[in-house]
């Protein structure tokens, strides 16, 4: 029998906008050493956001937004659409007035969740999910930060085939990025994305800290 889903909202941190999903209950926690998010939240930062910690928390939120609140005030960007990795393909959705970051979708979720950093919003779900991995860590150096400490698995990058099948080896993977056992109540975070004008696209250099 599946637990019971409590409602959740995710709110920016002015207060401009905010969505709420149909099941609060974080799915899955990463923590993610990579260049792409160091970027996105440091630019949002640059912007008048939240400064980002070196190692960023990822949680993986049910895909299934119920009500939505101030769409004139969000909208996604790409850091670039010339970027053929996997990383380069998240859509970030931020309000364009306190550059919070509301979700970030990417194809490899299937519209079955979308990610969030929770320290860059106000997120009233349960947030109590263990820590699962450390995810995309060959770009992490000493100078960026301190070194990972928690007993968890840890990967480099997620190129390779076999690097991909030892992530979804673990059970709570496998777990947040399968369909879930109901159908949605509401609308995927990628047709939120379409629904608030698509997504701009910034043209970053790869790696360039702001």
Same mark, same amino acid.
């Given at each position: 029998?599946?637990?019971?889903? %409590?409602?959740?909202?995710?709110?920016?941190? !002015? @207060?401009?906008?905010?969505?709420?999903?149909?099941?609060?209950?974080?799915?899955?926690?990463?923590?993610? @050493?990579?260049?792409?998010?160091?970027?996105?939240?440091?630019?949002?930062?640059?912007?008048?956001?939240?400064?980002?910690?070196?190692?960023?928390?990822?949680?993986?939120?049910?895909?299934?937004?119920?009500?939505?609140?101030?769409?004139?005030?969000?909208?996604?960007?790409?850091?670039?659409?010339?970027?053929?990795?996997? &990383?380069?393909?998240?859509?970030?959705?931020? !309000? %364009?007035?306190?550059?919070?970051?509301?979700?970030?979708?990417? /194809?490899?979720?299937?519209?079955?969740?979308?990610?969030?950093?929770?320290?860059? !919003?106000?997120?009233?779900?349960?947030?109590?999910? /263990?820590?699962?991995?450390?995810?995309?860590?060959?770009?992490?150096?000493?100078?960026?930060?301190?070194?990972?400490?928690?007993?968890?698995?840890?990967?480099?990058?997620?190129?390779?085939?076999?690097?991909?099948?030892? &992530?979804?080896?673990?059970?709570?993977?496998?777990?947040?990025?399968? /369909?879930?056992?109901?159908?949605?109540?509401?609308?995927?975070?990628?047709?939120?994305?379409?629904?608030?004008?698509?997504?701009?696209? &910034?043209?970053?250099?790869?790696?360039?800290?702001?």
């Amino acid at each position: 029998m599946s637990e019971k889903k %409590i409602a959740a909202e995710i709110n920016c941190n !002015c @207060g401009r906008c905010s969505i709420t999903l149909a099941d609060g209950k974080a799915q899955l926690k990463f923590k993610c @050493g990579c260049q792409d998010c160091r970027q996105a939240l440091e630019w949002g930062h640059s912007k008048g956001a939240v400064k980002p910690d070196a190692l960023p928390d990822l949680l993986y939120m049910a895909s299934d937004i119920v009500d939505i609140r101030g769409k004139a005030f969000m909208q996604s960007y790409q850091l670039r659409n010339d970027d053929p990795s996997v &990383l380069g393909m998240s859509r970030r959705m931020y !309000c %364009i007035e306190c550059y919070s970051i509301i979700g970030v979708d990417h /194809p490899a979720y299937q519209d079955n969740v979308f990610l969030n950093f929770p320290k860059h !919003c106000k997120n009233t779900g349960d947030l109590s999910v /263990p820590l699962s991995a450390y995810v995309n860590m060959v770009d992490y150096t000493e100078e960026i930060g301190p070194m990972p400490t928690e007993d968890v698995p840890l990967f480099a990058t997620l190129r390779f085939t076999q690097e991909v099948n030892r &992530l979804f080896a673990i059970p709570a993977v496998a777990k947040a990025l399968s /369909p879930p056992e109901a159908l949605p109540e509401g609308i995927n975070f990628s047709t939120l994305i379409e629904e608030t004008g698509g997504t701009k696209v &910034l043209d970053f250099e790869k790696g360039t800290r702001l």
